[in-house]
């Protein structure tokens, strides 16, 4: 038995041992390149399906925006027709007011005084003339404080005008504020 070699079986094991080797690390890399190709698909789809979300909520928020614009401009007009609405239910109710004004402006007005120019802003009235006199102009003044419809008048300039015929007359530029009465504003309620 001294003749048995068992040097080719050993040599046998260890080459087939390498071949194992290589085979499970064949095995090993294909299953981990396999796995990496996995994840790679499955992120790319993950990523593809964000981006299609991306998308849809894009075209929801510019639906939504172009929304807003519309709603912003039925808004502004809302406003703006409630502003008009305001504004023709003030006219209505001050109606009456102007021709109030204008016969209170007629019956204040004394003989020898002619306006050349009247004119309101708010609530003030400005009101430019001329006058045969400095005392119409004082009368033409009592008379306003003294009307339901007007106060505070203040006269802002008078001055001594020649006219064509050697007369002396005054011209003057006064304001007055308008003011309703109050039996007049619970008629009018």
Known sequence: MANI??????EEQRVEAKRNFFVVLAACAFLGAGSVYM????????????????K???????????????????????NRLKERMELIQNLQGNRSVIVHHFDQTVRSVPDGVYFTRLEKKGARFNIEGIADAN?????????????PWFRSPTLTRVTN???DNDESAASFVLSVIEEKPAEASEGEG
Do not use: C, G, H, Y
């Not at 994840?39 to 991306?54: C, F, L, M, W």
């Not at 849809?56 to 502004?76: S, T, Y």
């Open 135 to 147: 005392s119409r102009v004082s009368s033409l003044m009592r008379n306003l404080e003294v009307s």
């Open 161 to 163: 005008v020649e006219e």
């Open 39 to 54: 994840v790679e698909v499955n992120v790319q789809k993950q990523i593809t399906n964000q981006q299609a979300r991306n």
């Open 56 to 78: 849809f909520i894009e075209r929801e928020i510019a639906q939504l925006d172009a929304q807003i614009k519309e709603i912003e401009a039925l808004e502004k007009e809302r």
């Open 5 to 10: 070699n068992l040097l080719p079986w050993r």
